[in-house]
């Protein structure tokens, strides 16, 4: 089957960049590490983030099918913890300890490109979050990261996860634009495959450390995106920021 | 009756300070007199800014009372300027005029203290505008009037305007706060009696000016509230940022 090209990419022609946050705005392996080195060094804190990420999908999944209601993902998270500290010999842990933990989501460090490349974007373009994230996880997120954005913009507003259709279109109904006005940014191909289908147009963010320097990511460039981009420096490059 | 005193409010209990715009942050009325001056010098902007402005209630609770479907506040301006455009002798204005005019809510300007004010009191609190406008509205005018605000949560985020319960709710539960750890921001006070209602704080801005000059408002305060500030600069001391 034939492919169809799309034309090449007018910088002019978007008004809204949407983020993807987790692995790409946000180094949540490296983050997750350095707080298990810092509270249980005892714990293979590799293993352990992978662990919880690792979870991370299905549990979304239960949702969108229906088999759990509606969950946040600050719950989410809760419950893939809860599920995993026996295997890492911390079922001991106590309620508040684990509440302490979970918020590590809200305390990620941005990757060392972000700030400044979010401050070129922000002079031409809106700048959103679309995350499965929650409000409350992305705003403090971004506080503590001094994140130059215009609007966080969530699963919890569109009320499903990405890759649910409603998500990514709903960025474009919010902000009263054409799909092809919005650019999703992010380092999974799956995410950007699933915007694409929507009409979005799509950037691939290379972050070949999202899963910690022990498990180097394939970041070669797909063809179907309108853009690659190492970070957000060049990406400002490419859009003439 | 006897009315119950609240203790006096200590700025540490608080974490999140919710902004009402249209007023409080905004100057929508000389904002709408500048622009009417510009567009149709024969009009009068003071008349006609007033006239906008007061269909705006009305439309709001012909949604809340289900006479009328949720319906955007872009769109809720549309009709009422649709409404009244031929009583200032601007009946002729095409489609495309009529949305660019409307679109004057998305370019308000911010009272002199706002940037300033907001900026200290963000190294303290997590700030949030709770308004009517949609998140469109919002996101551009937060934009082009650079407000550094960590999210915008609207009436579209919760699907009810104020003063409904959901609103003010709606902000502690996305934040994951009791409600008296919520400030709402206002410059009116039926605003602040509704937030007061659902266990929210409050502090009254005065904006004298809000209808312009030749319409003075009564700023006097109100015992209720538990914080009174001539502006944003006013509350930052107040609260010690």
């Known amino acids: ?9 007018d910088p002019q022609t978007l008004q809204v960049l949407a983020f993807d946050i987790f692995g790409t705005i946000v180094d949540w392996h490296g ?13 293979d804190g590799d293993a352990f983030a992978l662990a919880w990420r690792a979870g991370y999908a299905p549990a979304m999944a239960r949702v969108m099918s229906g088999a759990q209601p509606w969950t946040l993902i600050d719950d989410l998270h809760r419950q893939i913890l809860d599920a995993i500290l026996p295997d890492f010999g911390l079922a001991h842990l106590g309620d508040a300890e684990r509440a302490q933990l979970n918020l590590v989501w ?3 460090a941005a990757w060392p490109d972000v700030v400044a490349g979010l401050t070129r974007l922000k002079h031409k373009y809106i ?9 409350n996880l992305l705003t403090r997120l971004s506080k503590q990261a001094a994140l130059p954005l215009d609007c966080i913009l969530s ?36 995410d950007l495959a699933s915007a694409r289908a929507c009409g979005l147009r799509t950037a691939y963010i290379e972050r070949p450390l999202e899963l ?13 995106n309108d853009l690659h981009a190492r970070d957000l420096l060049v990406l400002a490059d490419l859009l003439g920021c």
Request: aromatic share 6%; glycine share 4%; proline share 11%.
């Open 106 to 108: 809200h305390r990620l």
């Open 31 to 43: 983050s997750i590490v350095r707080e298990m080195q810092q509270r249980y060094p005892q714990v």
């Open 212 to 224: 910690g320097a022990k498990h180097p990511k394939d970041v070669q460039p797909h063809p179907a």
């Open 155 to 190: 699963a919890e507003t569109f009320q499903a996860y990405k890759p649910d259709p409603r998500t990514y279109g709903g960025v474009a109904r919010v902000f009263d634009v054409a799909p092809a006005q919005v650019l999703l940014v992010a380092t999974h191909h799956d």
């Open 1 to 9: 089957m034939p492919t169809t090209a799309l034309p090449a990419l």
């Open 127 to 135: 700048l959103c979050t679309l995350s499965n994230g929650n409000l």
